[in-house]
């Protein structure tokens, strides 16, 4: 009779992250597969590899969740959850574009005729579907959270409360800080006019003196995303359903929508930037950064807001 197999080694750490790394999944896919994998982990030992392909599997879990695990108001509700996130990235990115390109009309003054028409037409565009985008994010959302606000009240679930008021006071005490921040930061200084202060002037230039500072975004973005997660979470626990489900389901498909058609006229009107624009707009760079972010989260908020609105339809047309 041959031996049983011998576990394979690992270090201690990393069976500590690679078990911890399940949070990172779905609930619905942690309550049919979590224990199974644990045990696996405790068998087999755990390396690098093996905490990679977790985390790869859970993203992948995240934007095409499987089916089986799921009814369809438990589809729209994590769809709902993704799209979130996703839209307030978008919303961020939409943000940071307008501030280092429609707040600055004097590095744009020298733009004329066909040159200046290409650029404003897509900022017209741009503004129009951000603010559609917007829209449909409150006809959708609004609803949806005063259902799930009343439902805890009602419930005296304190710790669903405070997730809902996120999307509230997370933004407000960010820029509250902001403000603060840049008012002591541009004390006694004056924004930058063209000819720059700066003999090569570019967009760290143009950020530092007209805009905030990097960190001062990133920060932004780290409050955005905070803001988004607290109605993810308090649709998980609380798990409203019903009409204002697959209506906040469908107006995230608008919202998503809406936002990638911003995303196409700001590409555009930042190709004009760059090709007739100031010195700061010719670092191609932060454009293609910008890009690279702006099609990741797209991407992300299109499979879910997809996969939210087929969840929506009725049974016979799902």
Known sequence: MSAPPTPRPGAPWAGAVACASLRLYPAAWRARYQDEVRALLEDSGADLRTIASLAGQAIRARIWPSRHLYDPPARMRASLATVAVAWTVLAGLAAVFASFTQTQPALQQNLTGPRHLVIQWSFWVFDGAVGASLLAVAAGGLPLWLLMLRRARRQHRPREIAWLLAPAVVPAVYLGAASVTLSLARHGTAPIQPPFAHATPSF???????????????????????????????????RPGGPGVTRAA?????????????????????????????????????FAACLLLFLAAIAVAGASAARGIRAARPPAAA
């Open 204 to 238: 760290i230039d143009l950020g530092n003196d007209n805009v905030g500072p990097w960190w001062l975004m990133v920060a932004g973005f780290a409050a955005g995303l905070m803001a988004a997660a607290g109605p993810g979470l308090a649709l998980h626990r609380l």
């Open 250 to 286: 469908r107006a995230a498909g608008l919202a998503v929508a809406a936002m990638g058609l911003a995303g196409a006229a700001s590409i555009v009107a930042a190709a004009g930037l760059h090709a007739w624009g100031a010195a700061p707009y010719r670092q191609g760079w932060p």
